[in-house]
């Protein structure tokens, strides 16, 4: 079974997308000993409007996060699970997009 090649490049968009979320989640609680949460959203002023990028490629990871999380702690039923990791992934799928289309810029190409 052959793929076709946007197939292919949506595949590596989601990968991407959900690695660079990782990537940047844990570089977050790195630099700040804290971890990445919608709860910076909280905060209200500059550090709002700070956290609003960060947050937009962090998302897929923090989603996931809390639902395994929720899954294990809360016994949440599956559906609840499954409908929270196609939310996540559709999110990281437009972040790799976004993240391969800035690279590609910057390469030139």
Avoid: Y
């Amino acid at each position: 079974m052959a793929l076709s090649p946007s197939s292919i490049e949506s595949l590596q968009a989601l990968v991407i997308g959900l690695a660079l979320s990782g990537l940047m989640a844990s570089a977050f609680e790195f630099a700040t000993n804290r971890r990445a949460s919608f709860r910076l959203l909280e905060a209200g002023g500059v550090s709002t409007l700070a956290a609003l990028p960060m947050l937009a490629f962090v998302a897929p990871f923090i989603i996931l996060r809390n639902t395994l999380r929720g899954r294990k702690l809360e016994r949440r039923p599956i559906p609840f699970v499954m409908i929270a990791t196609m939310i996540a992934c559709g999110w990281g799928l437009l972040s790799g997009h976004i993240a391969l289309d800035v690279a590609h810029r910057i390469a030139g190409q």
